[in-house]
């Protein structure tokens, strides 16, 4: 049962063009929200979060829009840079998540970004 | 420099062998976790702790053993048991494992049974 999905396994832009990244999930116990970049044969690492209080919250050249009703987030990159080529995860967790005592991420299954110059 | 240190980078191991993968953090994070990626999946959790000599199993924690027995340290032992153990292995640590604590990642293991 895949809680967070990314449907789309691979996407091409071009440099200095926007770069839009989509990720849903099904629980909608969810409450918060992360984005991870990940380069091949390194840990990923931390780009973007959202609380499901807001819809949108921003950080330089990337973007993250929750669209609770539809249980869809996604990653805007404007402009797209070389360097963004990369695979990139959404997660979700429970905030409420503290009975075990730790933050159970769930993540998708990735979407590469190749951007071309 | 603070950070999370994984080794080695990559581990070959034969069938029926028993493998510890090394993590360390100087981060002084109280909550480490330890995932596993397979090719076009995401990454899954195996096993999680949130203070010393305390841990949980994560989702796909047969096969496997972890300790806690320092704050700095969270090895993970992949056992003859763990049907398919070849995959990339990322160890993670937050700051004290609540919702919004950002986990920072290392740099991976891979480990590949022969």
């Known amino acids: 049962d895949q809680q967070v999905k990314q449907n789309s396994p691979s996407l091409s832009v071009q440099e200095g063009r926007i770069s839009i990244l989509n990720c849903d999930y099904t629980n909608s116990m969810f409450d918060y929200f992360l984005w991870y970049k990940k380069y091949p044969a390194e840990g990923p690492t931390f780009l973007i979060s959202?609380?499901?209080?807001?819809d949108k919250n921003e950080d330089g050249r990337f973007t993250v829009f929750l669209n609770k009703s539809a249980k869809h987030l996604s990653l805007h990159i404007v402009p797209s840079q070389p360097g963004d080529s990369a695979v990139y995860f959404c997660a979700a967790t429970l905030r409420g998540f503290a009975f075990q005592g730790a933050q159970k991420l769930v993540f998708g299954q990735g979407t590469r970004l190749t951007i071309n110059p | 420099d603070g950070g999370i240190t994984q080794s080695p980078k990559y581990l070959f191991r034969k069938e029926g062998q028993n493998v510890t993968l090394s993590c360390e953090q100087n981060?002084?994070?109280?909550?480490m976790y330890w995932y596993r990626q397979d090719p076009g999946q995401g990454l899954r959790l195996i096993y999680y702790?949130?203070?010393?000599?305390?841990?949980q199993k994560g989702d796909i924690a047969e096969g496997y053993s972890v300790s806690r027995e320092k704050k700095e340290s969270f090895p993970l032992t992949v056992t003859s048991a763990q049907k398919n153990p070849t995959a990339f292995y990322l160890c993670?640590?937050?700051?004290?494992?609540?919702?919004?604590?950002?986990?920072?990642f290392g740099p991976g293991t891979r480990l590949t049974v022969l």
């Open positions: 981060l002084n994070h109280d909550a």
């Open positions: 702790s949130q203070i010393v000599n305390d841990f």
């Open positions: 993670a640590s937050s700051r004290q494992g609540r919702g919004t604590d950002t986990q920072y």
């Open positions: 959202i609380s499901s209080i807001k």
